[in-house]
């Protein structure tokens, strides 16, 4: 129930191409699902971040669609850039105590050719 | 922008011995994670600290290891008796509400 399914493993997207990411997750007391981007040797940096009480949430090439009745959510990264080349995970949270703990999806590498 | 520094940014050591990892979170945040990343696979929780206790802690989190605040600023990941399997990139974490901020990570080579 702790599970968050990231789909697909890898993904290659020619340059001006969308880029779609999809989670599936179990437990229905999450409420934070964040996406994080990471590039080789960094730590995963927080690109952005959807509540369940909108179905979508846009930030400038980057949308996250929400299925709650699903339990589905993705990321569609509009217009892809080589830069944008990097590991993506889904997470998802809820306030647990103090604080949230994320579980993370298992990461999708995304490669964008020039 | 504030960081989350996270030293050493590798580190080496033999199998049963001890390592201690470092980190500084942002200075205003409350609560303090840390994650670890074995090489290619996803991210998995450690350990969450507020308050100066525990607060959560995942099944990894054994007796083998202990974080601690010492001094209010510094945040450090002790590992007593380093295992092979205890290799990975591990990632200390801190957040005021829902935004985590990420340190740059330790990638620890346990030979």
């Known amino acids: 129930q702790q599970q968050v399914k990231q789909s697909p493993q890898s993904l290659i997207v020619q340059k001006g191409g969308i880029s779609i990411i999809n989670c599936a997750y179990e437990?229905?007391?999450?409420?934070?699902f964040p996406w994080y981007q990471q590039f080789p040797g960094k730590g995963p940096a927080l690109l952005i971040a959807?509540?369940?009480?909108?179905s979508e949430k846009k930030e400038g090439r980057f949308t996250i669609s929400f299925n709650k009745s699903a339990k589905q959510f993705s990321l569609h990264i509009m217009d892809s850039q080589p830069g944008d080349s990097a590991t993506y995970f889904c997470?998802?949270?809820?306030?647990?105590?103090?604080?949230?703990?994320?579980?993370f999806g298992g990461g999708t590498r995304l490669m964008v050719k020039p | 922008e504030p960081e989350v520094t996270q030293t050493p940014s590798h580190q080496v050591t033999q199998m049963g011995q001890e390592v201690i990892l470092r980190c500084v979170p942002i200075s205003n945040h409350l609560y303090f994670y840390w994650y670890r990343q074995i090489l290619g696979q996803k991210v998995e929780f450690l350990v969450s600290f507020y308050n100066n206790e525990i607060s959560e802690k995942s099944e990894i989190f054994d007796d083998q290891f202990s974080v601690e605040r010492p001094d209010g600023s510094n945040f450090t990941l002790k590992i007593r008796s380093t295992k092979l399997e205890d290799s990975a990139m591990y990632f200390c974490?801190?957040?005021?509400?829902?935004?985590?901020?990420f340190g740059s990570g330790t990638r620890l080579t346990v030979v």
């Open positions: 437990n229905t007391a999450f409420d934070y």
């Open positions: 974490a801190s957040i005021r509400d829902y935004g985590y901020t």
């Open positions: 959807i509540r369940p009480d909108v």
């Open positions: 997470a998802a949270s809820w306030a647990s105590g103090a604080g949230n703990m994320l579980t």
